[in-house]
């Protein structure tokens, strides 16, 4: 199984909130997608933040000076 991306968890949450908005799916299936939505949500947050990261070492890096966090 390929590993996902940021752009494909994106995607999938927001076919999971058209899916929840639409009201159409049984109770169980409704919470299954909603897990799946929390999953991916951790996923994308894990990702931006190890992006932001490593923005924050090639700024410090590239620029030769301290970076606050709040430049960020």
């Known amino acids: 199984m390929p590993k996902k991306t ?8 927001e076919e999971i ?7 159409n799916l049984p109770l ?4 299954k997608i909603y897990e799946e939505g ?12 190890e992006t932001e990261d490593k923005i924050k070492t090639l ?8 970076l606050k966090s709040a430049d960020i």
């Not at 169980?28 to 919470?31: A, D, K, M, T, V």
């Not at 700024?59 to 301290?66: E, R, S």
């Open 6 to 13: 940021f752009e494909q968890a994106i995607k999938r949450l």
């Open 17 to 23: 909130v058209a899916e929840l908005e639409e009201g």
């Open 59 to 66: 700024v410090k890096t590239g620029a030769d000076f301290k």
């Open 28 to 31: 169980e299936e409704s919470l």
């Open 38 to 49: 929390v999953e991916l949500t951790r996923f994308c947050s894990i990702k931006l933040n």
